[in-house]
């Protein structure tokens, strides 16, 4: 099988993330679902209205519609009309009805009053101000054409999309299956949290982070849980993961430690497209194909792990489920204090963002950022972008920053 982990250099983490979506391709099969169990799934299909919305020309607002009649300000009022219901008389000019917002304009209307500006008496309403043809009037297929596309294939969906595709009478959406990611986490020293805790053991926590992380909708995860640092079990978890997912997340054994077989499994049964990347945290990251599934090997630091997820499988991921990836977006800050670098690696220091007395962006770095202090992370709100070719940054300097949701 191929094997690049002996390549000399590092892999720019913007080479990385390219070489990754170019190797992944899609090819989900899709599912009819309830559209209000939809948020969070990705379309599968172009959805187009079979309505105009509004479906009439209504009324924007409580007043009177009325038919004008130029240079007159008192109109006869011939009725009244509410939403859900329709006047079956054709006003001329000079009359008007009452009408309420939503309700649909009467033939003949080409304006409406808002009742604030309207004086009655009896059935004679007078109106004050400017009165305009097609004022306060909201028009048929103003928000949505008859037989447009309101949403393409490949969005995911929120709330307000669930609204939109009610408002044009749809009850069952057709979405891509949910991706199905299994994870696992290799390491002798590793214990699930609950059980006691051995002399030089620590407790398994980058499962934790990850699979919440992918606590969405569109995910199911298959937790293959705590696998020891042994090569056969490793290279059997991998194979049963690969049967039964579409992406395999492993944590630990991609560094150059002796017991470190998880780089050595994935060469034998699989494809390794890269391994190692110019990022701090982060550096020992491998990515590839198994038979069936990718794979996204992460980093044992608690910290490395995490930030990997972030910056590097979430994209991919998002490409698998049948999205494509939005750029991240950077804000620019400036630092209230020095950040320490070497110039080599592209670093993402944590952070804390937020806004000065004079309401500009300043972030200040989270004391301690070894790979290995999960806590940094857990203080942070963002995370500060140092380029490769950086060196120490001074207080005082802008940088850019990178939000975390």
């Known amino acids: 099988m191929n094997d690049v982990c002996n390549a000399p250099g590092l892999l720019p983490i913007e080479t990385a993330i390219s070489n990754m979506l170019d190797a992944i391709s899609f090819n989900?099969?899709?599912?009819?679902?309830?559209?209000?169990?939809?948020?969070?799934?990705?379309?599968?299909?172009?959805?187009?209205?079979t309505i105009n919305v509004p479906a009439h020309d209504n009324s924007a607002m409580d007043g009177y519609a009325l038919c004008i009649s130029d240079g007159l300000t008192t109109y006869t009022q011939i009725g009244s009309v509410f939403a859900g219901q329709t006047f079956d008389k054709t006003l001329t000019p000079g009359q008007c009805v009452r009408i309420m917002t939503g309700a649909a304009l009467p033939a003949g209307a080409n304006a409406v009053v808002m009742q604030e500006n309207a004086t009655v008496n009896n059935d004679e309403i007078t109106f004050t101000g400017t009165i305009e043809h097609n004022n306060n009037v909201r028009f048929a297929g103003e928000d949505i054409a008859k037989n447009s596309v309101v949403l393409k294939a490949g969005r995911k969906l929120k709330g307000v999309d669930v609204g939109l595709l009610a408002s044009i009478g749809i009850n069952e959406v057709n979405v891509y299956q949910t991706?199905?990611?299994?994870?696992?986490?290799?390491?002798d020293e590793l214990i699930e949290p609950g059980n006691a805790l051995p002399a030089g053991a620590i407790y398994e926590s980058n499962r934790a982070v990850i699979i919440s992380e992918l606590n969405n909708p569109n995910i199911e995860v298959i937790d293959f849980g705590i696998i020891p640092d042994d090569k056969a079990l490793i290279q059997k978890t991998f194979l049963k993961a690969d049967e039964q997912a579409d992406a395999v997340i492993s944590s630990g054994g991609v560094s150059v430690g002796e017991a470190d077989f998880?780089?050595?499994?994935?060469?034998?049964?699989?494809?390794?497209?890269?391994?190692?990347?110019?990022?701090?945290?982060g550096k020992p990251f491998a990515f590839g194909k198994l038979p069936n599934s990718y794979f996204f090997g992460l980093p044992g630091n608690p910290v490395s792990a995490a930030v990997t997820l972030e910056r590097l499988v979430k994209p991919a991921l998002t490409k698998l489920s049948g999205n494509e990836p939005k750029p991240t977006i950077r804000l620019k800050a400036v630092t209230t204090q020095q950040?320490?670098?070497?110039?080599?690696?592209?670093?993402?220091?944590?952070?804390?963002?937020?806004?000065?007395?004079n309401n500009n962006l300043v972030v200040t770095p989270v004391e301690k950022q070894g790979s290995g202090v999960l806590s940094s992370l857990s203080k942070a709100n963002?995370?500060?972008?140092v380029p490769a070719q950086s060196g120490n940054i001074a207080q005082g300097e802008t940088v850019e920053i990178e939000l975390l949701k």
């Open 28 to 49: 989900k099969h899709a599912e009819t679902i309830p559209v209000m169990s939809s948020v969070g799934r990705i379309l599968a299909t172009d959805v187009q209205s």
């Open 262 to 281: 998880t780089k050595e499994v994935l060469n034998d049964i699989g494809d390794i497209h890269f391994w190692k990347i110019a990022m701090k945290p």
């Open 382 to 385: 963002c995370l500060i972008v």
């Open 339 to 357: 950040i320490k670098k070497r110039p080599g690696r592209t670093d993402f220091q944590r952070g804390i963002a937020s806004n000065d007395e």
């Open 179 to 187: 991706l199905k990611v299994a994870v696992f986490s290799t390491g």
